[in-house]
């Protein structure tokens, strides 16, 4: 059965990125209306200077407290990547992404499948939807294979250790060490499953 999930999100590492949300649908159009409906208000904001919306499954909205000089610069002076990378303190880059997640060739298992999300390149962070062992096995070990030897191994370990944790009481976790940032989101189960998630 197929899913579709809409992560909203805050491009790289800019403030927000720990705030990175995921919402899943039955339905492609139901993604559409959910972003629809969120981009609506967007479109009020003033400080709203772009959307781009040319492809549905990849909602790119950019937000500034500097509107005024947006609009006095752009186009008529430069282009809109160029004044966002000239003014990248006063911008606000946000993505709503829709994933397409199909488990049909999975078996009705008791444990649950994750979306994984690379904040830092605002894009999924694997190929796969792992399962609860799967993922803690490869956050693991990326975690040993990209740890400094600069970096506090007792940090990292408390980091881990958290997001493990979460992994298996909550429906998100969330890693940041080092150059090592990424969300995961429990894939809910369908409404006939055994272990249905409401």
């Not at 579709?4 to 993604?31: M, N, Q």
């Not at 005024?68 to 880059?93: I, R």
């Not at 829709?98 to 962070?125: F, G, H, K």
Request: glycine content about 2%; hydrophobic content about 35%; charged content about 25%.
């Amino acid at each position: 059965m197929k899913q579709y999930a809409v992560i909203h999100a805050v491009a790289g590492l800019f403030e927000g990125y720990s705030d990175t949300t995921c919402e899943f649908f039955p339905k492609r159009a139901f993604a559409d209306k959910h972003i629809k409906q969120i981009l609506s208000g967007y479109r009020k904001d003033k400080m709203c200077v772009e959307i781009d919306d040319s492809d549905p499954m990849n909602v790119i909205v950019t937000m500034t407290r500097q509107y005024m000089d947006y609009h006095a610069c752009v186009p008529h002076d430069m282009e809109h990547d160029d004044w966002v990378a000239d003014n990248g303190d006063d911008v606000s880059v946000e993505v709503f992404r829709i994933i397409e997640v199909d488990l049909s060739n999975r078996s009705d298992s008791t444990e649950s499948c994750w979306l994984t999300w690379d904040q830092q390149n605002t894009s999924p962070a694997w190929d796969y939807f792992p399962l609860c062992m799967s993922l803690v096995a490869r956050v693991s070990s990326d975690v040993m294979d990209n740890t400094g030897k600069y970096t506090c191994h007792e940090t990292n370990m408390y980091q881990l250790t958290d997001f493990i944790s979460s992994v298996y009481r909550l429906h998100h976790a969330f890693i940041d060490i080092d150059d090592y940032t990424m969300h995961a989101f429990r894939i809910p189960k369908p409404k006939n499953s055994d272990s249905y998630d409401e």
